[in-house]
């Protein structure tokens, strides 16, 4: 064979993307025998909780070669389960290490790990399928869209419910016109499930580095300092720096469908009300609310209650349904009708009253008119899936972007209570100098500064 056939991993990607109408096989290699050989993948966060469910996911369809993991026990445990890999306590190690070896990656870090472990796949040409929310920090979501687009990567988001078949009934449903024209979302959560507000500020104090842990790359492109309570391996959530509280954590699922079926882009004005929101912490409770222009439905009020929060019991409900046990979900208002979803991933979307529902079905099964996903209920293996078939996954980057930072716009109204904040979509920035802060990383340590110029 000929070298100059076959060109390394990174200029086959980037030829093959830019080939219009070719066939697209990016980082796949022919076997001995002409079979295509399976895509080799790694998981960033992988070695415990959701990282390790969102590598054994993307594992069905592809080889995994690497984990890498923060934490030296759980890298033991992946070991076990995956011999054959190499195990990594830093995502710049594992890619200098591995070199070529890698097509795509999971990342299953904390929020401020996301930016800097996804961009450095992306420069090196990889696929990536990113948990949500994608970053913490709108400039991070932009830089974020901007580099893969660049590189021609395939991408992803690992919110679940876009993969299923409700989320497209919904869409399919308000197209069809089944509440009318949208004039009012209302969104809620029991999150925060982990310390936010004072509680949360109690626990961030100095203390003593677990023997397992490597902090340094816990910490990734944030400053330096020394290990604190209160945030491995779970609770960062709550803290401003390294997670993206409620919202951020759970608006990318509740959100989703609402957003896909009505359209809404980028809010206009957000403002909020909140409960023990402090200077380092996410609040214990807030509400949100946005206000859209839509160019299906005009104005559009989203509602979104976090905490011990919820909107009030709509009218239309049945009066044997126990409003108080629904404790996440949302209310789609239209002008002639009502759809309510009470689980996270829009898999129950049904008008209310119940009599309404099936006064719109017909006696009859609904038939579902928008292509299913390749991998439902499986963001991961439906990345794999999308580089083998040449497809776009549902929850990629063109989508996925601005469904994140619709949370992390709600996030500049609950750092800013009381205030209306007033966004310029054109100029990517708000009235509000103080939310304008939040709108970009305050500090990155020395040789971290990842920027969609530098891929």
Known sequence: MKPSLFPNRRTFLRNTAATAGGIFFPN????????????????????????ASDIGIAAKGANVVAICDVDRDRLKKAQTLYPDAKMFESFREMFETMGDKIDLCTVSTPDH?????????????????????????????????????????????????????GIRFLKQWVSEGI????????????????????????KYTPGELPASLNWESWLAQCPSIPFTN??????????????????????CHLLD???????????YKM????????????????????????EKYGEIKLHWYEGSRKPERPAELEADRDWDKIKGGFLLRGDA?????????????????????????GGKSPELKIEQSIAEGEPQLELVRAIE??????????????????????????????????????????????????????????GWDYSSEKV
């Open 28 to 51: 796949l290699i022919l076997g001995q025998e002409g079979g295509v050989k399976k895509l080799n993948v790694a998981g960033i966060g992988g070695a415990g909780g959701k990282g």
């Open 113 to 165: 790990a996301h930016y800097p472990a996804a961009m450095e796949a992306i420069k090196r040409g990889k696929h990536v399928c990113v948990q949500k929310p994608l970053v913490n920090r709108i400039w991070e979501a932009n830089e974020l869209h901007k580099a893969a687009g660049k590189m021609g990567v395939k991408t992803n988001m690992g919110n679940q419910g876009h993969t299923g078949k």
């Open 179 to 202: 509440v009318g024209n949208v004039k009012e979302i209302h969104v809620w959560t029991n999150r925060p499930i982990w310390p936010q507000g004072n509680e949360a500020k109690a």
């Open 230 to 251: 209160g945030l491995h391996p779970f609770a960062w959530r709550g803290h401003a720096e390294y997670g993206a509280g409620a919202m951020g954590d759970m608006g």
């Open 257 to 267: 469908g609402p957003f896909w079926a009505c359209g809404l882009g980028e809010p």
């Open 271 to 294: 403002e909020a009300e909140v409960e023990e929101l402090t200077d380092v912490s996410w609040p214990k409770s807030s509400h949100v609310v946005c206000y859209f222009k839509t």
């Open 337 to 361: 009708g009502v759809i309510l979803n009470t689980d996270d991933y829009c898999g129950s979307p049904r008008l209310i009253p119940s009599t309404k529902m099936t006064d719109f079905l």
């Open 389 to 446: 078939q040449n497809k776009i996954c549902g929850s990629n980057f063109d989508y996925s972007v601005p469904l994140t930072k619709l949370c992390l716009l709600g996030n500049l109204a609950i750092s800013n209570p009381g205030k209306v904040i007033n966004w310029d979509s054109s100029k990517q920035e708000s009235d509000n100098a103080d939310a304008n802060k939040l709108m970009k990383r305050a500090a990155v340590r020395d």
